[in-house]
């Protein structure tokens, strides 16, 4: 996959397979990846690319909303 100037999200970013979904686009050239927690305090990235980010999936606060849609005429 080709994720040089990607943006990329990552839940579960702290551990595991997510850390390592954060490590490789940020090999890879992405410009920014943001990086999500149950708490943010447990992302210890050090790249400035990385967004930390609460996200706790059974908790719909902290999910974040998709942007509005634009109209077809895009206005
Ligand atoms: N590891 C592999 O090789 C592999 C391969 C294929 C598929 N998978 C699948 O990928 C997933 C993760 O695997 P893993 O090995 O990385 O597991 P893991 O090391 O146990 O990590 C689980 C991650 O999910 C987060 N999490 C759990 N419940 C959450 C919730 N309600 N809201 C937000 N985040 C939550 C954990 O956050 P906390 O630190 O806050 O608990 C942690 O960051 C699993 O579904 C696994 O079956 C893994």
Do not use: H, W
């Not at 579960?12 to 305090?41: C, H, M, W």
């Amino acid at each position: 996959m080709n994720t040089a100037d990607q943006i990329a999200l990552v839940t579960g970013a702290n551990r595991g397979i997510g850390r390592q979904f954060v490590l490789e686009p940020l090999d890879r050239g992405a410009s920014k990846v943001y990086a999500t927690a149950r708490r943010p305090e447990s992302l210890d990235f050090t790249d400035s690319r990385v967004v930390p980010c609460r996200c706790a999936s059974t908790c719909s606060t902290t999910i974040p909303s998709p942007p509005p849609r634009r109209p077809p005429n895009g206005t």
